[in-house]
């Protein structure tokens, strides 16, 4: 048997990003045992409303963050994943698709410990995401 996925999503004021994002993500699905952890720290938009109407459709497993930031809401997800691969991605990040297979099979390598995608900004971004973006993709 395959071995399971935990998604774990850190999300703060991801209102503009995050239907795609966990769009893509769900869109992953190939029949493993997989879980989507959303970690909401404290957002003042309205990401929380959004992401309580999402869990009515996808099965999405939302914790409460301390509002401590990012990597806080990381670890939060990380302590709570039932899965031994644990996909950390961002609340603006679209992953494509086959990304999960494609990681869970370079971590059948046991030689291989930790494994991360390649970044392709948004051609159609503003010019700063781009600029920011690029290091990423480097």
């Given amino acids: 048997m395959r071995e399971g996925v935990s ?3 850190p999300v703060h004021n991801g209102a503009a990003w995050i239907r795609d994002t966990l769009e893509a993500i769900v869109a992953q699905d190939d029949g ?3 879980e989507i952890i959303v970690v909401d720290d404290r957002s003042g938009d309205e990401s929380a409303a959004i992401l309580r109407q ?3 459709r996808w099965p999405l497993r939302l914790l409460t963050g301390e509002g401590r930031g990012a990597a806080a809401a990381i670890n939060e997800g990380v302590r709570a994943a039932r899965f ?3 996909c950390q991605v961002d609340q603006d990040v679209v992953i494509g698709p086959g990304w999960m297979r494609n990681l869970a099979v370079e971590l059948d390598d046991p030689a291989v410990g930790a494994a991360q995608g390649y970044y392709v900004s948004d051609r159609g971004a503003g010019l700063c995401a781009r600029a920011m973006s690029l290091d990423l993709e480097q």
Avoid: E, T
Wanted: glycine share 0%; aromatic share 8%.
């Fill in 54 to 56: 999402l869990s009515q």
């Fill in 84 to 86: 031994p691969i644990v």
């Fill in 7 to 9: 998604f774990v999503v």
């Fill in 32 to 34: 493993r045992p997989m």
